[in-house]
């Protein structure tokens, strides 16, 4: 079996990878920040933003609802309040199980390549 280099998983994003990983301006993430108050990213000594997995994650939420669902940001700020957690575990599950289909879907295309040649 060939050998697979693993992935350098980062711990800390800039502002601009996180709205890259969104396909959305840099502008909109700082916006969100000052709207939802679970976003609290460190910042280091020059005031730079730096972003972790569950941050992500949180924006990932906030993305769900106002860019996918449709919600308002009042709306999207009741239902983050209210508690529906459920939501947000939901969202995760959903990116998992998309990462988890596209590992497979690898697998069986290097395998019908392999088969064919």
């Known amino acids: ?50 972003y972790v997995k569950d941050d992500i994650e949180k924006i990932r939420y906030i993305y769900h609802l106002v860019k996918e669902k449709g919600y308002t940001l009042q709306g999207a700020q009741e239902v983050i309040k209210s508690g529906k957690e459920q939501g947000f575990d939901k969202v995760a599950a959903v990116q998992k199980l998309q990462q988890i289909k596209d590992f497979l879907i690898n697998i069986r295309d290097e395998f019908n390549a392999k088969s064919d040649s």
Not at 14 to 34: C, D, H, M, N, T
């Open 1 to 50: 079996m060939p050998y697979k280099e693993r992935e350098i998983e980062k711990k800390y994003y800039s502002i601009g990878e996180v709205a890259q990983i969104f396909k959305v301006a840099p502008s909109l993430i700082r916006y969100w920040e000052g709207e939802f108050d679970i976003i609290h990213p460190k910042k280091d000594k020059k005031g730079n933003r730096r």
